[in-house]
């Protein structure tokens, strides 16, 4: 299935995608799509039961998609996860997958307005794929287990300032949590949709111009580990996010002049089967 929020923000009503590409409202249904709805098996059937009946309500395809979920408990991000990425950035493999956390509210809809944080010069872009917990998983014991534990997957934008991230001391937080740098979905595509995770194309363009041009194959830690190996260090819940990473080809790993974002640039991003984002930057 591809479960989406539609309206204002804020305001977003569950709702899902149907074959031919009509939002279908799900609000009769379920409250929202949420970490609840995702560890509920008897809810989640029912939805698909309603899917497949063809009596869902259409919505207007107009309205505005939102993040497509809600209540995030926790975005937990892993960082020099592609071995092209470890390359431009002359960074070596690190032995043990790199982890940061974003705050939930660092989200936005897929195609709502970045903001150019005030004194930014090094805003950057990355494609990722975003991994979105069903189970809780503790001290899980194998990469198998820790792909059972996933609900979906979702397109992340992993929006960075670079200068604020390792020139002004301290944890990655700082460039990492600005207002409006996690532009996620718009959809969340089930796991039964999704065979193999280490086989889906990353794309990110800024201005029509094609930047980042890559594939999950290259992860460092795949999927099934990154949630075995985060599930060691803290409890993961159903609705948590895991952004796992992303492939080569951002600003900061260009030559001089790094071509950074600045307001009026466009950015578009999409993975393979899981949707596409678009957004404009202004300035905060």
């Given amino acids: 299935m591809k479960l989406l929020r539609v309206g204002t923000a804020g305001a977003e009503r569950p709702a899902l995608l149907d074959a031919d590409g009509t939002p279908r409202d799900l609000s009769a249904l379920v409250d929202d799509i949420d970490g609840a709805l995702l560890a509920d098996e008897a809810a989640l059937a029912r939805v698909r039961a309603a899917a497949d009946s063809g009596e869902l309500p259409a919505l207007d395809a107009g309205l505005r998609i939102g993040p497509p979920l809600g209540r995030i408990g926790k975005i937990v991000c892993i960082g020099l996860n592609y071995h092209d990425h470890a390359r431009e950035t002359g960074a070596e493999p690190p032995a043990e997958p790199v982890v940061f956390l974003k705050a939930p509210d660092t989200v936005v809809g897929p195609d709502d307005t ?19 917990i069903g189970r ?114 951002v600003a900061m790993g260009r030559p001089e002049p790094k071509p950074y974002l600045r307001a009026g640039d466009v950015v578009e991003l999409e993975v393979e089967g899981l949707g596409r984002q678009r957004q404009v930057l202004k300035d905060a």
């Fill in 136 to 249: 809780t998983a503790r001290h899980l014991e194998s990469a198998e287990e820790g792909l059972a534990h996933v609900a979906g997957y979702a397109v992340a934008h992993d929006v960075s300032e670079r200068e604020f991230q390792i020139e002004r001391g301290g944890t990655w937080d700082k460039g990492k949590n600005c207002e409006t740098f996690n532009p996620l979905g718009p959809w969340l595509v089930t796991a039964d949709e999704v065979p193999d995770p280490q086989r889906l194309a990353l794309r990110l363009w800024v201005n029509g111009e094609l930047k980042q041009d890559g594939t999950t194959a290259e992860q460092i830690f795949p999927v099934g580990e990154v949630v075995r190996y985060v599930s060691r260090f803290m409890t993961l819940y159903p609705g948590d996010v895991i952004n796992t990473g992303t492939p080569a080809g």
């Fill in 114 to 132: 970045v903001l150019v944080p005030r004194g930014s010069v090094k805003t950057d872009w990355e494609v990722e794929l975003a991994v979105v």
